[in-house]
């Protein structure tokens, strides 16, 4: 017999001589389902170890001088393409007129005639407007107005367009442009009356400053009269359509920064609510509608930034300056990354008749006269941003220990269930034995 180490009182592990043990059929059929169970719970900590859950944090936004995409695809049934301005401002200062870049025009056919397309036209500002089949020397007049900054040819107006630029730089209405050489050779009227009963969608993106401001949809030319932002608006209310132009208009879509893949929206939010649902954009298929050519529709969008962060997420890497990335990959990082914007929005109507809502029902309200009509969103952006960040549940050092409990407490309920089972069927035994 070996001898005694002095470690061999601390041994709380006695053990017995196989001649000690008894082995049973209850205690093997309790071996063989704890070792079930056992698999089953360590397969289901190992499941758990792997899964991947999104961690929402609330933090404030530190970002200074950034930019913000507007992606918008809008129908306006009523109104030819010809008369509809799409225009950007914001607090800063910045005002982007007539925004051309990255936004197409879709002519569309009459509602009676089916809305089909008829022609899809980029607005990319002065791109028709060479007129190169005029003499070299040729220089058209600006009748009275000051000639545009952005002519073609310094101080003339060899267009039709650049008339109406230096018109909308004076302030003077320019109407179908009746006795201007520029527009009679261009046929300027007669495009506008052959389009009058067309419609028109205007989709595509917009780069804006990611501060406060808003974009709106109205007709006519737009320019500034002092601080006052304007339209003409001659063609749009002296038309022989009956009834008038109005703006009835169907948002397909409308969101701020890029929409989320698949895949991450599943693991955002898997119920199809609004509030659980990254995914959704509120204004998505809304429609409006009005027979009041004197109308406006007035929309107040909360954007609210977020960040979408996946599991290899690198924290050194550097944003990429947006003008070196294109319309629609902006807010794509390389490593996986989604920079976006969720949104809430309330809207408004009212016609620029003033008047009261007893029409529908709210004798209370009342509106003011006066305004444009159009299609209008106003944008905030909130101080606080949110974080979608991917993480694991558990660490190594939580599965081993979870592993270990599994194991540790299956057993010795195993073991205690054995027991009882074997001490039941010692005892059944004895009773037996004496009653015979």
């Not at 017999?1 to 000690?20: H, W």
């Not at 056992?38 to 200074?64: C, F, N, Q, S």
């Not at 060899?158 to 050489?181: I, L, M, P």
């Not at 050194?316 to 794509?332: E, I, L, N, R």
Request: proline share 5%.
């Amino acid at each position: 017999m070996p001898a005694k180490s002095r470690f061999t009182r601390l041994d709380a592990f006695t053990k017995t001589v196989d001649e000690a043990r008894v082995r049973t059929t209850s205690g093997g059929i309790v071996t063989i389902a704890s070792l079930l169970i056992v698999l089953y719970l360590a397969w289901g900590e190992w499941a758990d170890y792997r899964r991947i859950v999104v961690h929402p944090e609330l933090i404030v936004d530190k970002g200074r001088g950034e930019k913000m995409e507007v992606h918008l695809n809008i129908t306006f049934p009523r109104i030819p393409c010809e008369l509809l301005t799409l225009d950007v401002m914001d607090v800063s200062g910045e005002q982007q007129s007539e925004v051309m870049h990255d936004v197409s025009k879709v002519r569309l056919s009459a509602e009676s005639e089916g809305g089909y397309v008829i022609d899809v036209k980029a607005l990319d500002l002065h791109a028709d407007d060479q007129a190169s089949h005029l003499a070299p020397d040729y220089c058209g007049g600006c009748y009275g107005a000051t000639p545009p900054t952005n002519a073609v040819k310094p101080g003339c107006c060899n267009t039709c367009d650049e008339v109406r630029n230096a018109y909308a730089s004076v302030s003077w209405a320019f109407g179908r442009g009746e006795n201007v050489e520029q527009c009679i050779r261009e046929h300027y009227g007669e495009r506008l009356d052959a389009q009058r009963k067309e419609g028109c969608r205007i989709e595509g993106g917009l780069r804006v400053n990611k501060v406060i401001g808003n974009f709106h949809i109205a007709p006519g030319r737009s320019f500034s009269n002092g601080n006052l932002h304007v339209h003409d608006l001659n063609n749009y209310f002296d038309t022989p359509i009956a009834g008038g132009h109005v703006f009835t208009h169907k948002i397909h879509s409308l969101r701020f920064g890029p929409q989320l893949p698949d895949n991450v929206a599943a693991k955002m939010g898997r119920k199809p609510l609004p509030w659980t649902n990254h995914h959704l954009n509120p204004l998505d298929n809304t429609e409006q509608s009005t027979t009041d050519p004197a109308y406006n529709f007035m929309y107040f969008v909360k954007v609210v930034p977020t960040s979408y962060l996946p599991l290899g997420w690198d924290k050194a890497s550097k944003s990429v300056d947006h003008q070196f990335v294109g319309m629609g990959s902006f807010g794509h990082g390389s490593d996986g990354s989604v920079e976006t914007h969720q949104y809430s929005v309330t809207s408004h109507r009212r016609s620029l008749n003033g008047g009261d809502d007893s029409a529908e029902g709210h004798k209370e309200k009342r509106h003011a006269q006066g305004g444009i009509p159009g299609v209008f969103f106003s944008y905030d952006i909130s101080p606080m941003k949110v974080i979608n960040r991917e993480e694991r549940p558990k660490t190594l050092a939580g599965f081993l220990t979870g592993l270990c409990a599994i194991v540790g407490g299956t057993l010795t309920v195993a073991a205690a269930v054995d027991r009882t089972v074997y001490e039941g069927a010692t005892r059944l035994k004895k009773l037996q034995s004496k009653n015979l």
